[in-house]
């Protein structure tokens, strides 16, 4: 696995504009960077990256099917008792699950190693899906990369797959409109739905109404078949039209057992499930108030982009990140620092579309916690 | 490949937006009749006459096979389609070989001529028998990997053990 120093496209910004990608510099930092990519064998793709990612998915969805039967893992993955017969009904009507990114761990030399899931609302599909593909084919077009270099990056052909066999229903895209991370996201879904024959249509969320049978309702006060929403489960069950959502007719995209896997309490579960498995780090429960010993990661259950993380360095030095998850419940996960290629420190994001491994999104940084002022970085397979 | 074949947006950005996935691509030859291949002159006359009996022979072997004329016709066309024993197959619209630069010379030589095909559903678009979409030009031009995979048909010995059935499935253009 090499990082490769590359030559930026001269009107790249102008072709990400003209292709929805507003959000490819916020606030004039880069975010999208075409300055080097990330090389890898195809061996590795698929040994190191593609079986495990599968795999690892299977044991997420073994996970699923004991908590919604066990009420003891429910109480451990503190989700709360008035959402468990929600949950339940939504896994046993196995109501499909479109997509997840996992962040691994990876240098190479293998085995990957699970970080966490992001299971209800990943971030970047976008530039993993579409923006980092448009990259190589306009590269290999220009005899910038050689004929034969390739990308683990089917989640576009898979994500229109998943439509037409969710499809010729009509599905409502929403998510809050003041991000434009979110909402072109939303957008791109949207699009891709169309692509696949759906009837589908972008909702800003407030503009969700309720009838008076208690059933949800778009801007023009038609109903919601198919709700895709870029919005975490935790925050929705916490809203004023949360009450509703039990007796709802409307189909939810990510379902509701989502919520199950959503939270970092599942890695420890896992970790109890498959001990010693080669693409799992140790990580139990733990409590905050403890002293974190030299080489263990402190995160909170629900936390985002690094935020409330506590790092322990072997050399006993600590590591910490404010953010506003301060007095959530907590894990301890064994710390595997993040490989250094250089002075850049890269995940792996590992997308499952449906139930397949679908591809990789990259995303790198210059210190050991990937944050939102991380970069997005393209790859490539080449042996 | 591990990457999706095209790329596409609709309704977002500025414009609609396609691009394709360009498998590996290998030099080759494309025409639609051998007198064509003679016209076109890259290669020796005798060649163009050899490649496209060989490519006719493998025809026989290796084209589509359908036990109804009609379901021929269906596909390609009325006069599209001739017997072959007891099946009915496409007629041959072309012939694709590779071309290889032979050594110590500077002229090319062709390997493993193939029948063509067109199907009514997309004309002029000229399909390997596997099926593989190959373009509406003709000479000599680069042609993705895929089209050159050789077809694997096996020697059917007998038939209709289980009663009456189609053979094949209907092969679809486009």
Known sequence: MHRLVCRERPNWKELAENLGFSFHSPDGLPYWDESACYQFTLEQIEEHLEAPTQELHAMALGLVEDAVRDEQLLERLAIPRAHWDYLRSSWQRRDSAMYGRMDLSYDGRGPAKLYELNYDTPTSLYESAFFQWVWLEQLRAAGELPGDVDQFNSIQDKLEAYFARVGGTRIHFTSTTGSDEDWGTVAYLCDIARQAGCDGHLLPIEQIGLTADQQFVDDNDEPIQTLFKLYPWEDLLNQPYAEYLRHSTTVFLEPVWKLILSNKAAMALLWERHPGHPNLLPTYVDQRDTPLPPGWVRKPFFSREGANIEIAQRDGSLLRVDGPYAHQPVVRQALQPLPRFGEYHPVVGSWIVGDAAAGLGIREDDSLITQNRSRFVPHIILD | MKRSSRASLVLLGSAPFWMLACEKQEPGVIYRTAEECKRAGH????????????????????????????????????????????????????????????????????????????????????????????????????????????????????????????????????
């Open chain 2, 43 to 174: 290669l020796a006359p005798e060649e163009c006459e050899r490649a496209f009996e060989w490519a006719s022979d493998e025809s026989e072997r290796i084209a589509p096979r359908y036990a109804q004329e009609s379901d021929c016709e269906a596909d390609f066309g009325a006069f599209g389609c001739h017997p072959n024993g007891p099946y009915f197959q496409p007629r041959m619209a072309g012939m694709l070989a590779r071309s290889i630069l032979t050594s110590g010379r500077d002229s090319t030589a062709l390997r493993n001529p193939q029948p063509l095909f067109e199907s009514t559903r997309e004309r002029g678009m000229l399909r390997t028998a596997g099926n593989v979409a190959v373009g509406r030009q003709t000479g000599a031009l680069d042609v993705e990997a895929p089209a050159f995979r050789p077809i694997q048909r096996a020697q059917v010995i007998s038939r209709g053990g289980f009663g009456p059935e189609a053979m094949d499935s209907r092969w679809v253009g486009g």
